[in-house]
């Protein structure tokens, strides 16, 4: 009974205030911390996937397809320049909260503005787009503050303990908004004989499942930010934000990382726009003629668990070599297994598992070599002002994936998609280029255990 409490969640031996303050704090990590980081991927790939599903299968075509919904990763970029506010303006959990809220209400709206036909005018879409842009803000918010509480709410320990399952969590979001939802809507239009009712009934479904989140957040998220804002104040002058800002582009080499930032996934960039369209497509408009449920299995289920595999494995890899050594083959685990679409393109299978195995291979090289991307961003943002630094680069991240989407439904219709993936493979130069340019400062031992 005298002994130091070894188990503080467990309140025994524990002072009567401080289990009062162990009860404010909130429930044990486990309760919040996989459900929250859930949430905040399940947004992110609704807009910005399974936004392009819809909209293929309502009949917009792929050059306004394209561009419309790559413009929806701006508030992704755009996201470095309204964080202050969400340190300064009432608290990280209020915030997630309310993003939850309005996410809920957006997607049941997206629902309810849906096209009540197929292929109709660009007109019909407006509402839609406008509402996914509303919800791409709103989810990028609820970005920030989930981060935010996250780092608040734990002390360094927990936070090391718990970032591989928020990850985790992560990457079940993406199975669920690019694979679970697909194969759902697709169930769907077939039973209801009716496209646009199918959509509205799964938006509908988002919006509900973003609403019970919520509620489940509002009891089980603690409560830290009234005792640190005793500890530290919530200000942040504009000369301080204005600086940290500056320093980033002061920094050595900032030519060629920001070249790095945003040609480095440029094959992938392009492929990927087009993948759920080349899915979709009949045969002789050079698709592959899937249904919607079938292209939920394969880009959004087995495409995202060996995108997931090929990330474990390329963090085991740089973990054993560093950084410096596995540049070039993350590079060209990268860029070189899109050809697997230009193969599909050129030579159309008769069944669904090859389609399966070109998509396995090329998600699980892009997952590899996207090990290397995130740890060149954790490298170059180190310094003085680190957080804002990573903000930085993850803003030039968005833009890596936004500024080629907007050519990419133009470039296929003028060349096919043969073409368009010869295109692609020709793309996978500027990832060399960029590669090799990087500084040869880069420490030998960086990321090696």
């Known amino acids: 009974r005298n002994r130091p409490q070894e188990c503080p969640e467990a309140?025994?031996?524990?002072?009567?205030?401080?289990?009062?303050?162990?009860?404010?704090?909130?429930r044990s990590p486990w309760t919040w911390v996989p459900t929250l980081y859930f949430v905040e991927g399940v947004p992110y790939f609704l807009v910005n996937n399974l936004s392009v599903v819809m909209f293929k299968r309502l009949g917009m075509g792929n050059a306004e397809l394209a561009f419309w919904t790559s413009l929806l990763y701006l508030p992704w970029v755009a996201k470095p320049l309204w964080s202050p506010l969400v340190d300064v303006v009432r608290s990280k959990r209020w915030w997630i909260l309310a993003m939850q809220?309005?996410?809920?209400?957006?997607?049941?709206?997206?629902?309810?503005?849906?096209?009540?036909?197929?292929?109709?005018?660009?007109?019909?879409?407006?509402p839609s787009l406008v509402l996914f842009h509303l919800a791409a803000v709103l989810s990028a918010t609820h970005d920030i503050a989930a981060d935010g509480f996250y780092m608040l709410a734990l002390d360094a320990h927990r936070q090391s303990l718990f970032v591989g399952i928020r990850s985790t969590f992560y990457r079940l979001a993406g199975i669920f908004g690019q694979g679970i939802l697909v194969v759902v809507a697709g169930i769907l239009e077939t039973r209801l004989g009716d496209i646009p009712r199918a959509w509205t009934a799964t938006f509908l479904g988002c919006g509900a499942l973003l609403l019970a989140a919520s509620a489940w957040h509002l009891f089980v998220l603690p409560r830290p930010e009234g005792e640190a804002a005793k500890e530290a104040p919530r200000a942040?002058?504009?000369?301080?934000?204005?600086?940290?800002?500056?320093?980033?582009?002061?920094?050595?080499?900032?030519?060629?990382?920001?070249?790095?930032?945003?040609?480095?996934?440029l094959p992938e960039a392009l492929a990927l726009k087009m993948l759920s369209p080349f899915l979709l497509d009949k045969p002789e408009a050079g698709g592959l003629g899937l249904s919607?449920?079938?292209?939920?299995?394969?880009?959004?289920?087995?495409g995202v668990a060996a995108?997931?595999?090929?990330?474990?494995?390329g963090g085991i890899f740089a973990a054993r070599v560093g950084l410096k050594k596995s540049l070039w083959p993350m590079a060209a685990s990268?860029?070189?297994?899109?050809?697997?679409?230009?193969y599909l393109a050129l030579f159309p299978p008769a069944g669904m598992w090859p389609v399966c195995a070109c998509v396995a291979v090329d998600q699980f090289g892009y997952g590899f070599g996207w090990t290397a991307y995130m740890l060149f961003m954790m490298w170059f943002s180190q310094g003085e002002y680190a957080t804002s630094h990573y903000a930085v680069c993850t803003a030039g991240m968005a833009a890596g994936m936004m500024l080629p989407g907007f050519v990419a439904g133009v470039l296929q219709e003028w060349l096919g998609y043969a073409g368009f993936f010869a295109l692609v493979m020709v793309a996978c130069l500027a990832t060399a280029a960029v590669t090799a340019s990087l500084p040869k400062r880069i420490p030998a031992d960086y990321a090696r255990k």
């Open 307 to 313: 995108l997931t595999v090929g990330g474990i494995l």
């Open 236 to 265: 942040v002058g504009g000369k301080e934000f204005l600086r940290a800002f500056a320093t980033f582009f002061q920094k050595p080499f900032i030519g060629p990382a920001l070249a790095f930032l945003l040609l480095y996934r």
């Open 292 to 302: 919607t449920a079938q292209t939920g299995i394969v880009f959004g289920t087995v």
């Open 334 to 342: 990268l860029a070189l297994p899109c050809a697997a679409y230009l």
């Open 11 to 26: 309140g025994f031996g524990v002072k009567r205030q401080d289990r009062r303050h162990l009860a404010l704090a909130g």
């Open 101 to 126: 809220l309005a996410l809920a209400a957006s997607f049941a709206a997206v629902a309810l503005l849906l096209p009540r036909r197929t292929g109709a005018a660009f007109g019909p879409f407006v």
